[in-house]
Every structure is written in C-alpha cells, then in structure tokens.
C-alpha cells in the first residue's frame, strides 16, 4: 500500500461521494504515509482497531498532520467543531467521520 491515492477520494462523475471501501482503502493509505505505519500493520485495521491512544505514533501532533492529509486527499475541510475525541478513538469513527463529511459535500 502507497499512499498518494488522491482520485478515490472525490466525487464521481455522478456527484456521488466514493464508496465506503475507496474511502477505508484511501484513509488506511494516510495513516501508513502521516504515521509511518507499515502498510501489512494497517491493511489488518477494522472498525474497532484503536487509534488516539493506542498507537504511539498518533499522539497530538500528528492529529494535525493527519487532519491536513486527510483534507487534501479528499478535498474537504475539516473545522475545529468537527472534530472530538470519539472519532479518533478507532478506525470506524474516523471512517465514518470522513464519510460522513463527503456526503454532506
């Protein structure tokens, strides 16, 4: 897994957001480019793999660098009010946090 996969993160032709398995497969991508995760590690993450503080490399700094990625590969915005503790405590949370963000536009 590289990451860098910037296409799958945007709307189709249709104007339908991408699927929920180009979004796990695009957001599994940034986790292994922003954290430095191996590629096998994060190919095993699933809805309750844990996140902000079960892994090292996601300590406060890194949300930053993580929140940045993430609005660049899927061009989005993320906003202070947006985020709260419960969507970086697993994978799901912050896969339905992107998703949801993509179908509000």
Known sequence: MT???KTDGHAD???LPPSRSAIDRDLK???VDVLGLEP???DGFDNETGLFGHLP???SM???G???EIEDRFDMLIEDDDVDAEMLETFGGLLAFVEMKLIEG
């Open 3 to 5: 990451g860098e996969s």
């Open 13 to 15: 032709k249709r104007g």
């Open 57 to 59: 490399e996601l300590d």
């Open 29 to 31: 991508a940034i986790l």
């Open 62 to 64: 890194a949300v930053a």
């Open 40 to 42: 096998d590690e994060v």
């Open 66 to 68: 993580l929140f940045t």
